[in-house]
Structure formats: C-alpha cells, structure tokens
C-alpha cells in the first residue's frame, strides 16, 4: 500500500491561466473522489469516480472544472481560466468497493493551488 | 447550508487526560459517520468510524459514541498523547450515497 499520490504538491498560477491536477490512488482502489479544502473549512465533496465512470458531480463544480479518469486508474483535474477564489488545498481520495459501501476513503496530501 | 457541524474551532487538553471531541449533524438520513485526523501538510488520516445501527464503537485509545436522537457525534480519546494533537474532522453519509459531508473541523492540543 504506496498510498495516494498527488502531484504537483503545490501550484501558483496568475488569474486565468489553466491548471491540470494528477492523482494516482491506491493500486487496487476503483473508487477516487476528489476533494476541495479552503481555510478553516472541512473538505467539500467535488466530484467521484467509480472505475472510469464519472457517477456524481457536485454543484461546486462549475464548467471551468473538469475531471476525467480515462484507463480507470489515476485521475486528473483541470481548472480553466482560474481565478483568485479557485485557490484551496485540492485533495484527492480512494477507496475499494470490494471492502464494501463502507470503506473509508484514504486521502492524499493533496494540491495547493494559488491564484494570484 | 451546514448539515454537520463541529462547533468548538479548538481545544486544549492535558497529557493523558480524556479528549472529548463533539459533532452535530441536521440530516436524519445519515446513516454512516466518520472521524479523520489531519497534520499540518498532510491528507486526512482515517480514525474511526460508526454505523447508525450501533451507539458507541471502540478502537484502542478512541471511542467514538452516536446519539442519534439528538443527532450527535463524539470522539473520546483517552488518554491523550502529544502525537495526538491534530486537526479533527467529523464527516458523514448518506445511506447509498458516496459523498462525504465534513465538519469544519476541531484542532486539538495536547500539552504536556
């Protein structure tokens, strides 16, 4: 168990340029959800992954925001045309359905994005 | 709209006394509750977590209690450590759904 791996592990970017985020979950994790993490706030549910199928979106993620997962293995999050209220901790996570609907999700140490 | 929340932003705790960290949540269709611990720098860690169909679940040093009548979450530590110091977050779901809903979050610390 290598853990979640995320990469960049920080990322400054200027007002509405793009930006693309990797994850790489555990290995034999089909599920990977992605997380959003703001100053003094919990983690707010993105978007999930179940294989390579997209199976829910969150309200928070508006059009600028993408997520693909193509081989159903690691992910990315691409962030268009940014802007300063984009900057927050971006975390990813994973779990395994074979563990059943209630397998803890394992988080990585996520993305700090920087919007100036 | 805030449907869990964790209403003490820090506490200080004694070395090897008792942490009793709380949660409150709105929505009687949770039926499946978490505790995570974060580090400065770090993904949040998973604790320990709870059913609805069960009061209290137990793992080592903490125990985490469920009242669901009052729609309330606790986790005791005991005793506390100084590793134990940390950022604690409540979550919770819905029976079937897979999203996670976080508390803002407890930042412990454990003086020696």
């Known amino acids: 168990d290598t853990g979640v791996s995320q990469d960049p592990r920080h990322k400054i970017t200027k007002r509405g340029q793009n930006v693309t985020f990797r994850c790489d979950p555990i290995s034999e994790h089909n599920r990977l959800y992605w997380y959003r993490q703001t100053l003094g706030q919990g983690p707010e549910f993105l978007t999930y992954f179940q294989n390579e199928a997209q199976l829910e979106k969150s309200r928070l993620l508006s059009d600028r925001f993408s997520a693909e997962r193509p081989k159903g293995s690691f992910s990315t999050l691409e962030i268009q045309r940014t802007e300063q209220g984009d900057s927050a901790m971006y975390l990813c996570a994973s779990s395994s359905i074979l563990r059943g609907n209630n397998s803890p999700l394992h988080f990585g140490n996520g993305t700090r994005l920087t919007v100036t | 709209d805030q449907q869990v929340k964790q209403n003490s932003p820090s506490l200080s705790v004694q070395e090897g006394r008792i942490s009793i960290l709380n949660c409150d949540y709105t929505n009687s269709m949770f039926d499946y509750f978490l505790w995570y611990k974060k580090y400065p720098a770090e993904g949040p860690t998973f604790l320990i977590s709870?059913?609805?169909?069960?009061d209290k679940n137990e793992d080592g040093r903490f125990t985490v209690f469920l009242n669901k009548s009052a729609k309330h979450l606790s986790l005791h530590i005991v005793p506390s450590q100084p590793g134990d110091s940390a950022v604690y977050f409540c979550?919770?779901?819905?029976?079937?759904?897979?999203?996670?809903?976080f508390g803002q979050g407890t930042r412990l610390t454990i003086n020696p």
């Open positions: 709870i059913s609805s169909i069960k």
């Open positions: 979550a919770t779901r819905i029976q079937g759904a897979q999203k996670l809903v």
